[in-house]
């Protein structure tokens, strides 16, 4: 599902610019959550397999949400960044984070959220 995201004019105070642009995506990947109807569970969890974006859940389904977040496409789509390396640090840090909250989900997903000024795509079950 493609919406439209306004670019942030300028870096977060104190903050590296492509690290004020990440966590710019994040809120917009968030907020586009939140109004589909999930709830967060969690954002940026981290444990030694790695980090997850966002941790939502809607009527019993828990997803494990990565974003990516470019100003342009330029070195290619934001999605792309997702390679299996990557998908497996992230399958693992979602196994911790289920044992580690005794959480019981229903179903599980695995979602990329690829955001670029003016544009957001949210990939559902990407692996």
């Given amino acids: 599902m493609a919406v439209r995201a306004r ?12 690290l004020a642009l990440g966590a710019w995506g994040e809120r917009v990947a968030e907020r586009r959550y939140r109004r589909d ?3 967060v569970l969690a954002r940026n ?8 974006d966002l941790i939502l859940e809607r009527g019993g ?3 494990f949400s990565e974003v990516k977040t470019r100003s342009s496409t330029a070195f290619g789509w934001p999605a792309e960044a997702v390679d299996r390396r990557r998908q497996a640090r992230l399958r693992a840090a ?6 580690s909250t005794g959480a019981q989900p229903g179903e599980v997903r695995f979602d990329v959220v690829s ?5 957001v795509e949210r990939l559902e079950g990407a692996f």
Avoid at 94 to 99: D, E, G, N, S
Avoid at 115 to 119: A, D, F, N, W
Wanted: net charge positive.
């Fill in 7 to 18: 670019h942030p004019d300028h870096a977060e105070h104190g903050t590296a610019p492509h």
């Fill in 61 to 63: 389904l828990v997803v």
């Fill in 94 to 99: 979602a196994a911790t984070w289920i044992r």
């Fill in 37 to 39: 109807g999930y709830r």
């Fill in 45 to 52: 969890w981290r444990c030694p397999s790695g980090e997850i």
């Fill in 115 to 119: 955001v670029l000024p003016g544009r």
